[in-house]
């Protein structure tokens, strides 16, 4: 009886490392010789700061351990570049914790695009420091938490937070427009696993009224900035950014209507390029390779 070879798997090389030569030509070799077939690929070198980055979605033959075998062998190829890499099956779907306060327009958009597959993302959990949203959460089967905020429970808060994680099993969690400042330890011990959508093109108009900050200042464009969140308030390295055109009849009112679009589509952007492996964060700056 003749064996059925298992069918090719794909998986997602990612990596960063100072600029040397030889790094493609190493990391090629080393997807020939292990059988391998380049289905994607985007790199970029940094010149000015010396620093190399590559993604590459590439086909492999072999059965369910293919993966374990690909990251055994490569950590030889990457020692002596000093890389910085991950590489996993290509559209492994994350585990996505979602926090939300009043306004529900991205975790709606979040939650239908899970649910049709137009995100590689299992939403395990809502949690919410208001009961707003619960019967969404419901009427999605998703676990709802409430967990008030007020300066006396803080901590106790970010505590339950970090429980709910561990339960759930979140890798990322995104703040939906979540309306609360997270701690300097919450930062540090969730750090690059935690995206905010901030309403405004940042670093303008930071804090918690962007819209009134820029309906005062009499400007011509609106945003919304996706970033990495660090216990400097809205000063994360950024991901992804989105712009639309106001003029002066535009109230602040208006102006945070038309920003709901600008913020859907730069937290779904920033979500989508995180889950699939293409953000790199080099120091205070991301580069995404998309
Ligand atoms: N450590 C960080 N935590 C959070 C960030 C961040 O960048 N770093 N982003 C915010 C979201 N956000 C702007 O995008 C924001 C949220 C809240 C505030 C704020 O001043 N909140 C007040 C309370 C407001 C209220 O209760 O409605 C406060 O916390 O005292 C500013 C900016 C999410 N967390």
Redesign the pocket.
Known sequence: MTDTPAPPTEHVLTLDCPEAPGIVHEVSRFLVEHGCDIVDNQQFGDRRGGHFFMRIRFSATGGEDTGDTLRRDFAAVAAPFAMNWRLEPAGTRRRVLIMV?RYDHCLNDLLFRARSGDLPVDVVAVVSNHRDHEALADWYGIPYFHVPVTAATKAAAEERLLEIVAEREAELVV?A????????D??TRLAGRVI????SFLPSF???KPYHQAYEHGVKVVGATA?Y????????PIIAQEVIGVDHTHTPEDLVAVGRDVERAALVKAVRWHCEGRVIVHGRRTVVLH
């Open positions: 306060s703040l427009r979540y309306m609360q400042v997270l701690s300097d919450l930062c905010n959508i901030h309403h930071k804090g918690a970033h969140v660090t216990a400097d308030l809205d000063e994360g």
